[in-house]
């Protein structure tokens, strides 16, 4: 999945910062990425807790668990409608 960082346009693929793609022609989202009008993120959500144990010899223990919590999915935008004055 891509994420638009600037917007642009092209003769295969038009983009507004923000936006993010599922597929890209591979070319293209190289020369993207290159360039920097695109990132990659990943298509999972995921947090990190971290909690810090004391155990009874003094010593620290320091575990970090990930929790996987939703999947990214590209947003419907509505299609653009135009309306004609009547005379």
Known sequence: MYKALKTFAG??????????KNFIEKEIAEDLLRAGYIEEIPNEITV?????????DGKVVEEIKEEVVGEVKEVEKPKRTTTRKKK
């Open 11 to 20: 003769t295969k693929i038009a983009m507004k910062k923000g936006d993010t």
């Open 48 to 56: 990190k807790t971290e909690s810090i144990k004391l155990y009874g």
